[in-house]
C-alpha cells in the first residue's frame, strides 16, 4: 500500500502465473545510499580486428554449424560455445548417493553472433534484421529438439554486460539445450495449466486482456482516500498489431518488461514470418524505450515457450509463450539472496509511464 504521507509504495506484490514468487515494491528504499550496476562498457566500432565473432576472423571460433544467409557475407553465425555448460557426449545415466543425486550435463551450447557489426545494439538494429534473428533462433531450436529426443528444452538468451553474465563485447545471444525442464518454466505451464483447469482460459491472455481494458479505483475503507487506481493501458510500453510489451505487476526488475503474442500461441515454433515481422518492430521499440531511459544498462532477456516433451502436450491452451527483458540496475542483497523475495525500489506503475511517454522517431 502506499505511505499515506510520502506517497512512497511498500507492498508484496505475488506474480499472478508463479504464485510462489513474491517482490516487495519498496520506493522509500530507492532513496538510501546504495551501489547501482555500473552502465556497461559499450564498444561501438563496427569491427575489431581481434575479435573473434567479427567477419574475417571466423577461423577464430569454433566449428561453425549455420550462417545467414547461407552464400556470400553472413549477417548472424551460430558457432558452438568454447565454454559451454553442457556437453553433448553422455557419460553416465546419473548418480544417487543417500540423499544426493546428479543427472548427466548432456546437452548443446551454442553462441549465435547477433550481427557482423561488433557494438551494434539490439535497438539500432533494423527490423528485417531482428526478423531474421528470431528467424534463426526458431530455425536452430527446431533442429536441437529434432537432433535428439533426449532434449527436453531450448533456451534462447542474451546476456549484455559483465554484470548480467557476459563476457564478450561482440553483440551474441546463446541457445542452451538441457535434458530436463528448467524449474522456472516448468512452474509458469504447471501454474498456467492449474489456472486452465480452473477458469477454462489462458492466464496470460487474462492478463492482455485486463491490460487492454481493466479499469478501478479502490478506496481505504476507513479514510475513504484512494488506495490504488489502475486505469486501461497503465501497463502497456508497446504495442504492434500481433504483439504487446508490458510492464507486469509483479516486476522482480526495476525495468522488467514482457512482450506477448495478442493471439494465443503455447509454441515459439508456431509463429510465423509476419508474427515475427511484428515480433521485431515491438522488441526493437521496447528496447529503444529502455535505452533512452536507462541508457547503457547491462541486461539479460530470454524465450520461455511450452516444452516440446509429450508430458506437456495438454499445455497448448494454457500456456502462451513470451520473450522477457530483465534489465540489470542494481545488485541483488542478502535478504534477496537469503529470502528469494525480489526487491523492487520504483514502483511498475512509474516506470511503466517513464517508459511508454518516450518519444520516439
Given at each position: ?72 557475407e553472413w549477417q548472424i553465425r551460430i558457432v558452438e560455445n568454447l565454454y559451454p555448460v553442457l556437453g553433448d557426449n553422455r557419460g553416465s545415466a546419473g548418480l544417487v548417493f543417500g540423499l544426493q543425486q546428479a543427472i548427466d550435463g548432456y546437452g ?96 496470460f491472455c487474462s492478463l492482455i486482456d485486463e491490460a487492454l481494458t481493466f479499469e478501478t479505483t479502490i478506496y481505504d475503507r476507513n479514510s475513504g482516500r484512494i488506495v490504488r487506481k489502475i486505469n486501461v493501458g497503465q501497463y502497456v510500453i508497446e504495442r504492434g498489431e500481433r504483439f504487446i510489451a508490458i510492464k507486469p505487476f509483479a516486476s522482480r526488475y526495476e ?107
Amino acid at each position: 500500500m502506499a505511505d499515506q504521507d510520502s506517497g512512497a509504495v511498500r507492498e508484496i506484490r505475488i506474480n499472478p502465473i508463479v504464485p510462489s514468487e513474491s517482490v516487495l515494491v519498496a520506493t522509500a528504499r530507492s532513496m538510501r545510499p546504495r551501489k547501482a550496476e555500473d552502465p556497461a562498457p559499450r564498444d561501438t566500432r563496427l569491427h575489431v580486428e581481434t575479435c573473434p565473432f567479427c567477419r574475417g576472423n571466423e577461423d577464430k571460433t569454433p566449428p561453425e554449424i549455420q550462417r545467414v544467409p547461407p552464400q556470400g557475407e553472413w549477417q548472424i553465425r551460430i558457432v558452438e560455445n568454447l565454454y559451454p555448460v553442457l556437453g553433448d557426449n553422455r557419460g553416465s545415466a546419473g548418480l544417487v548417493f543417500g540423499l544426493q543425486q546428479a543427472i548427466d550435463g548432456y546437452g548443446r551450447h551454442e553462441v549465435i553472433v547477433d550481427s557482423a557489426q561488433h557494438g551494434i545494439a539490439i535497438h539500432e538494429m533494423g527490423h528485417t534484421h531482428l526478423q531474421k534473428l528470431f528467424s534463426t533462433y526458431q530455425s536452430r531450436m527446431a533442429q536441437l529438439y529434432e537432433m535428439d529426443e533426449r532434449l527436453q528444452y531450448v533456451l534462447v538468451f542474451k546476456n549484455f554486460g559483465p554484470a548480467a553474465g557476459a563476457s564478450m563485447a561482440h553483440t551474441h545471444s546463446q541457445i542452451i539445450a538441457t535434458p530436463v525442464v528448467p524449474q522456472n518454466v516448468h512452474d509458469e505451464v504447471e501454474n498456467s495449466r492449474n489456472y486452465y483447469k480452473k477458469h477454462h482460459r489462458c492466464i496470460f491472455c487474462s492478463l492482455i486482456d485486463e491490460a487492454l481494458t481493466f479499469e478501478t479505483t479502490i478506496y481505504d475503507r476507513n479514510s475513504g482516500r484512494i488506495v490504488r487506481k489502475i486505469n486501461v493501458g497503465q501497463y502497456v510500453i508497446e504495442r504492434g498489431e500481433r504483439f504487446i510489451a508490458i510492464k507486469p505487476f509483479a516486476s522482480r526488475y526495476e525495468w522488467e518488461v514482457h512482450i506477448l503474442p495478442l493471439e494465443h500461441g503455447s509454441d515459439f515454433l508456431d509463429a510465423s514470418a509476419e508474427d515475427l515481422q511484428d515480433l521485431a518492430q515491438v522488441f526493437q521499440r521496447t528496447m529503444a524505450r529502455l535505452d533512452a531511459v536507462i541508457g547503457g544498462a547491462q541486461y539479460n532477456f530470454f524465450l520461455h515457450t511450452r516444452p516440446r516433451s509429450e508430458e506437456f502436450e495438454d499445455c497448448r491452451a494454457s500456456y502462451h509463450w513470451h520473450l522477457e527483458i530483465c534489465p540489470r540496475t542494481s545488485i541483488p542483497t542478502g535478504f534477496e539472496l537469503g529470502s528469494g523475495l525480489f526487491v523492487n525500489t520504483i514502483s511498475p506503475e512509474q516506470a511503466a509511464e517513464q517508459l511508454r511517454t518516450v518519444k520516439l522517431v
